[in-house]
């Protein structure tokens, strides 16, 4: 089974980070962004995305134990 990506939030610089769904992310973008896909794609790239409000991240990053890997060998394109 594949993990999907899970988003964190940080509403101030010393606050802790709250773990969001990805509809709770878009919710928090598509008001600043026209478009939110490059957005994302640079936090699938390990960037966090600062907005006036608040920072965003990826929460696990594909080099933690925790998310499983795909194995190209078993993967298929459309």
């Not at 008001?31 to 939110?36: A, G, N």
């Not at 499983?68 to 298929?76: D, G, I, R, V």
């Amino acid at each position: 089974m594949v993990r999907l990506p899970r988003y964190e939030v940080r509403y101030d610089e010393n606050g802790e980070w709250i773990e969001i769904s990805e509809i709770e992310l878009m919710d928090g973008l598509y008001k600043l962004y026209s478009r939110v896909t490059p957005a994302i794609k640079e936090m699938l790239n390990g960037k966090e995305l600062r907005t006036p409000n608040a920072v965003y991240r990826l929460k696990w990053q594909f080099g933690n134990s925790r998310m499983t890997k795909l194995n190209p060998n078993n993967t298929s394109t459309v």
